[in-house]
């Protein structure tokens, strides 16, 4: 889930900000990293649920379904592996790992107008370098409408202005995700080839687009693609063989028939969640499983 500042600040080129950061000379960080970006089935209100049902400990951590990041900025584990298949997003990891102050300060240039924000999002992301290509993610998803990120068939992001008065990064927060960053690995692509050299104590977390009744996934357009019920049904596979492996999973999906089918031969946690990213705000309150391997 998105961290916003308790006390939101409008951007404004000329503005002073509230408090004084000298990003070229912060090179210390204490703070406990968060996600930076909001992601429609981010886990960070979730944390206390999920967490406490993870092995006590494990080699290395696995998450192929990375989004914004909160299992893995909560773990905080030494050995990390995280994928996902939205280029955008990793691309934007990437940049914060290897150079945060010059992200901060891209985004630092970028005017919170509707204007300027439908200028920015029409601008491709490949034809911009590694840093220009994260700030506009980052700005995208903190000025869009409640910061759902949403391409079309061709790949291409169609979320409307959001009209948000508030700043787009936390200095401290944006220099303790890049330290945090630096001891993973980083992958793209599809979620299996994610996992490929996950071995017996290792643990992995699997969070992928979650199933809804009609057979596709809620707010499953975060890729040209979309994850439909073959997906999940793979993914289901993927962890029968992890098991037959001796790897510990979890997984978070939907407390649906169709979802406690395909894990029938495993634990189940109900969590409760409450989802903010919902129009409907008697729809927000939901019920999800954790299911777990051991």
């Known amino acids: 889930m998105l961290l916003l500042s308790p006390q939101p600040m409008s951007i404004s080129l000329n503005a002073q900000p509230e408090f004084q950061f000298n990003i070229e000379r912060t090179t ?94 029409a ?6 370098d590694l840093v220009d290509r994260a700030a506009h993610f980052v700005y995208l998803n903190k000025t869009c409408f409640r ?17 948000y008065d508030r700043r787009y990064y936390d200095p401290a927060n944006l220099a303790a995700a890049s330290a945090a960053l630096k001891g993973a690995t980083v992958l793209r692509g599809d979620y299996e080839a994610a996992v490929v050299g996950v071995n017996e104590g290792d643990f992995a977390y699997f969070d992928p687009p979650y199933y809804k ?11 040209a693609g979309q994850f439909r019920e073959r997906d999940q049904v793979r993914l289901a596979a993927l962890c029968n063989e992890l098991t037959e492996r001796g790897v510990k999973w979890a997984l978070s999906n939907s407390d649906t028939p169709f979802i406690r089918a395909l894990y029938k031969r495993y634990r189940m946690v ?16 939901v019920a999800e499983l954790l299911v777990l391997n051991y």
């Open 28 to 121: 210390v960080v204490s703070k406990k990293a968060e996600p930076f970006v909001k992601w429609a089935g981010g886990k960070q209100a979730l944390i206390s649920q999920l967490v406490p049902h993870f092995p006590k400990s494990y080699t290395r951590y696995f998450e192929p379904f990375i989004g914004g990041g909160a299992v893995f900025f909560a773990t905080r584990h030494s050995k990390a592996v995280i994928s996902d298949q939205n280029e955008w997003l990793i691309d934007t990891y990437e940049a914060v790992r290897d150079n945060w102050q010059a992200v901060a300060a891209k985004l630092d240039t970028l005017p919170n107008t509707k204007t300027d924000y439908l200028r920015i999002r």
């Open 147 to 163: 910061g759902l990120f949403r391409v079309n068939r061709q790949g291409q992001y169609n979320v409307p202005y959001g009209a």
């Open 270 to 285: 109900t969590v409760n969640a409450r989802r903010e990213i919902n129009l409907k705000s008697q729809e927000r309150d």
């Open 213 to 223: 009744l009609g057979g596709y996934s809620d707010f499953n357009r975060y890729t």
């Open 123 to 128: 601008i491709l992301p490949k034809s911009l």
